[in-house]
Structure formats: C-alpha cells, structure tokens
C-alpha cells in the first residue's frame, strides 16, 4: 500500500522490551536460530508494544473500532550475530515513524548488550473491507488518540 499523503517523523520516546528464551526448536541443526523465528518474535513484540502502551486486545478494538490489527506490508532484516538454543533475547521495540494510515516499527534483538539483529517494518491499522469477500482488508487512518500512547 502507498499513500501520496505527507509524513510526521517524531522521535519516539516509548519503547518496550519483550523477553523471548530460544528453545531447541527455535533453532535448526547447527542449534542456530532458524531466520523465520526472529519475525515471528518480532510480530509477538509488536502486539506487547501497543498492549504495553494501553491499547486493549484485538478483538476489543474489532469490537469498539472495527480495526482489526496491523498487518504488514513491508518488512526488512539485518542480521548481525546468530543466537542459539538457551539464549535469552530482549526485543526492544518501538515506533520510528507514523504516517496518516501507516507507521513504521524498529525492533532491536539483543543478547544482553549484544545486538543480533535489527528488523524494521511498515504496518497498517486494518479494518475488514465492506463487501463479498470475507478476508478483504483496508487501511484506516492511525488512531490519534492510540498514536499518543505510543510516544506519537
């Protein structure tokens, strides 16, 4: 999705830690973390975040809103240092940037003061879209008041 509309760049000051341990299933034969793992960690951190910042539960906001998350439409990785079977990884997260009907989140994986990978991705608020197909989705304008909870 693109939007044509004008951008806002804040500094954010609200981030959150999400803790995740790396089981022996995490990882693949070399005990090393298999690279889907870390998206997966990172998707799981994005719902602390705004729960963290005091945004109630999906299904909540479905309810009371009608948005019903925020998918993605971009994603990138870098990955600096691999984690292994016993690490405890902190995945810091916040918001980089709020556009009108995206935003873009950063989350730092680190093992202790160890960076291991850094992930940035854009992301809607999404309704489901009126009409005959039942997973059509669209992007609604980002919750003033939600993006002041979360450091907007």
Not at 41 to 54: K, Q
Request: charged share 25%; aromatic share 12%; glycine share 6%.
């Amino acid at each position: 999705m693109s939007s044509s509309s004008p951008t806002t760049s804040l500094p954010t000051t609200v981030a959150h830690i999400y803790t995740q341990r790396v089981e022996f299933g995490d990882c693949d034969p070399a005990q090393i973390v298999w690279f889907p793992n870390f998206f997966r960690w990172a998707d799981a951190a994005s719902r602390n975040f705004f729960m963290a910042c005091g945004l109630p539960d999906w299904k909540t906001t479905e309810r009371e809103r009608g948005i019903i998350g925020t998918p993605l439409v971009d994603i990138q990785a870098r990955f600096m240092r691999p984690a292994s079977y016993g690490d405890t990884l902190d995945i810091v997260t916040s918001i980089s940037e709020w556009r009108s009907r995206s935003f873009n989140t950063l989350y730092q994986v680190r093992r202790g003061d160890t960076l291991l990978c850094e992930i940035k991705d854009v992301r809607v608020f999404a309704r489901r879209k009126p009409g005959d197909d039942p997973h059509a989705i669209e992007a609604v304008p980002v919750p003033a008041d939600w993006k002041v909870l979360c450091g907007g």
